[in-house]
């Protein structure tokens, strides 16, 4: 792990458990759109602590994505199907929080945090940290 960002990515993957966790709870109370949302965040938690573990920081959450791309799956370090999911979650997000009168179901919402949590997992075992 980078020392220079040894806390920050800590935090990082503090949030992205707690984010999992809050989108379970979310999930199991009805609230599929608010735990999608948090199934992304997840995520993106995980790929923001990745990217300061290679001295890298970016503001926008494309910005992330496009970076775990082109640094991480297309060097085979995650999977295609790991940057598909992200992509995913980042769409569906989208919904969640913007979608108006769309909505995500129940279905998507509960395969939306099996992802976050298959992402984070990838996350952490490439930076050997420890399991969600």
Not at 16 to 42: C, K, N, V
Not at 63 to 69: A, L, N, R, T
Request: contains cysteine.
């Amino acid at each position: 792990m980078s020392e220079l960002y040894a806390d920050e990515i800590a935090a990082y993957l503090q949030r992205a458990r707690q984010s999992i966790e809050a989108a379970r709870q979310l999930w199991m109370t009805g609230f599929h759109d608010f735990a999608a949302s948090r199934a992304y965040y997840a995520a993106f938690y995980a790929a923001t602590a990745l990217l300061l573990n290679e001295g890298l920081e970016y503001s926008k959450h494309s910005s992330v994505i496009s970076s775990i791309h082109q640094r991480f799956v297309k060097s085979g370090r995650l999977s295609r199907e790991q940057g598909k999911r992200l992509n995913w979650l980042f769409e569906l997000r989208s919904i969640a929080d913007y979608g108006g009168t769309a909505h995500v179901s129940k279905e998507q919402a509960e395969e939306a945090i099996s992802a976050a949590i298959e992402f984070v997992e990838a996350v952490q075992e490439l930076m050997g940290c420890s399991a969600v």
